[in-house]
């Protein structure tokens, strides 16, 4: 069974730019994460996908990002404009739906640099 | 979520059983303990949970005090792939409904020959 993927494994582009990563979940997983750890901080939750409905996406910094996951299966998550402080690793984790207790499987990650 | 405390950083001789600690005194009734490990660059990789009974599984042991206050993760023999930072995640029972994972600083286990 494949794992979780990740597209691109690294981007660099300019402030200012555009980036869209995407993630494949684990297939029929449900529930699909994004998190990221910037430079010499801790991994920190995003948000959350149910399906396609956004469960919680508490930890969305700003405006400038744009998580989408249409049809539910594979997401998208868009940096617009990207700024230098949006550099870092972007992971994405997926998990089955249901039951008392769902554990994460997490893909490679994304290493994002903004120049 | 509750808090968790784990040492900054512990050294391992191959071959030798790893002990790796974690404090979660805050934790509640409906919170389970988790433990992932992140190798280098890698995304971080599940290991094992727990409620209240000792777990096992392919890759360690996780036992949990009496009063649910602090663990600690056994790699039974660790071998140099088993250098990376491991994080002690405390995280609420879902319901049906998932939940994200509160990453802290965690270990960061080096095993040396």
């Known amino acids: 069974e494949a794992g979780v993927t990740q597209f691109p494994s690294h981007s660099v582009i300019e402030k200012g730019q555009t980036v869209t990563l995407r993630c494949d979940p684990i297939?029929?997983?449900?529930?699909l994460y994004w998190y990221r750890r910037v430079m010499g901080k801790e991994i920190k939750f995003l948000l959350h996908?149910?399906?396609?409905?956004?469960?919680?996406e508490s930890g969305m910094p700003n405006n400038r990002f744009l998580a989408e996951r249409t049809g539910g299966t594979y997401s998208t998550l868009k940096v617009q404009p990207a700024e230098l402080e949006d550099s870092g690793v972007y992971f994405c984790?997926?998990?089955?739906?249901?039951?008392?207790?769902?554990?994460?499987?997490f893909g490679p990650g994304t290493r994002l640099t903004v120049l | 979520d509750a808090k968790t405390t784990q040492p900054t950083s512990m050294d391992c001789a191959e071959g030798r059983a790893a002990n790796l600690p974690c404090n979660h005194s805050t934790i509640s009734g409906n919170e389970y303990v988790y433990w992932y490990r992140q190798i280098h660059s890698q995304g971080p990789q599940y290991i094992i949970h727990g409620l209240k009974n000792n777990e096992t599984n392919e890759m360690a042991s996780l036992i949990i005090t009496e009063d649910r206050k602090s663990s600690t993760l056994i790699l039974p023999h660790a071998t140099l792939r088993d250098t990376a930072v491991y994080y002690c995640i405390v995280r609420v029972r879902g319901t049906g409904t998932a939940s994200k994972l509160t990453f802290g600083t965690g270990t960061r286990l080096q095993v040396t020959l």
């Open positions: 297939s029929g997983h449900d529930n």
């Open positions: 984790a997926s998990s089955q739906a249901g039951g008392p207790t769902d554990t994460q499987y």
């Open positions: 996908f149910v399906k396609e409905s956004k469960q919680d």
